[in-house]
T-cell receptor
Framework: RKEVEQDPGPFNVPEGATVAFNCTYSNSASQSFFWYRQDCRKEPKLLMS???SGNEDGRFTAQLNRASQYISLLIRDSKLSDSATYLC??????????FGTGTSLTVIP | SAVISQKPSRDICQRGTSLTIQCQVD?????MFWYRQQPGQSLTLIATANQGSEATYESGFVIDKFPISRPNLTFSTLTVSNMSPEDSSIYLCSVEWTGLVEQFFGPGTRLTVL
């Protein structure tokens, strides 16, 4: 079983829509979580860190549910520029860092 | 913000040859890592580059195939040895700074092996 699992999508949403991605993790020892954004042919870039129950930054909200072992990313008022692949990642107390396979988002005009 | 650079950005190589990829950071970092990302796949950790000692390899990766150097706190190299077409991938270095657990990535090296 993979450490982190994501729905690969693709998610195709109209501009202005709200979209949410979920990511489940299997390692209950995981301490912190992250969402990265990866554009085509580019490196992953850190979008948000999630240390406690959640984090909000503008149109982006990340939430952590330790009981159910998942993290989510909510994007409100989607922009065309939000089109990318979103990777979730976890960091365990053993200093292991592991990534999901990514969820592809396309925002349509 | 700190800059992470990789050289080369891309290369096309013949099978059986070796390529060394460089990762340079403009400030000292605690940890440096090397990942591989094959088309449509997620990131796979190859190894942790340890400053002044041998790298720590993940299952499925060995030093003979992927020798790594890290002579100081700002620089590391990954060599892909005796390449085959299956080694075609994007190779990314990432770093962690002291006090942070987030990883930040270099721009990647796109390798094609013919």
């Amino acid at each position: 079983r993979k450490e982190v699992e994501q729905d690969p999508g693709p998610f195709n949403v109209p501009e202005g829509a709200t979209v949410a991605f979920n990511c489940t993790y299997s390692n209950s020892a995981s301490q912190s979580f992250f969402w990265y954004r990866q554009d085509c042919r580019k490196e992953p870039k850190l979008l948000m860190s999630v240390y406690s129950s959640g984090n909000e930054d503008g149109r982006f909200t990340a939430q952590l549910n330790r009981a159910s072992q998942y993290i989510s990313l909510l994007i409100r008022d989607s922009k065309l520029s939000d089109s990318a692949t979103y990777l979730c990642a976890g960091h365990s107390s053993q200093d292991q860092f592991y990534f999901g396979t990514g969820t592809s988002l396309t925002v349509i005009p | 913000s700190a800059v992470i650079s990789q050289k080369p950005s891309r290369d096309i190589c013949q099978r059986g040859t070796s390529l060394t990829i460089q990762c340079q950071v403009d400030s000292q970092v605690t940890m440096m890592f090397w990942y591989r990302q094959q088309p449509g796949q997620s990131l796979t950790l190859i190894a942790t580059a340890n400053q002044g000692s041998e790298a720590t390899y993940e299952s499925g990766f060995v030093i003979d195939k992927f020798p790594i150097s890290r002579p100081n706190l700002t620089f590391s190299t990954l060599t892909v040895s005796n390449m085959s077409p299956e080694d075609s991938s994007i190779y990314l270095c990432s770093v962690e700074w002291t006090g942070l657990v987030e990883q930040f990535f270099g721009p990647g090296t796109r390798l094609t092996v013919l």
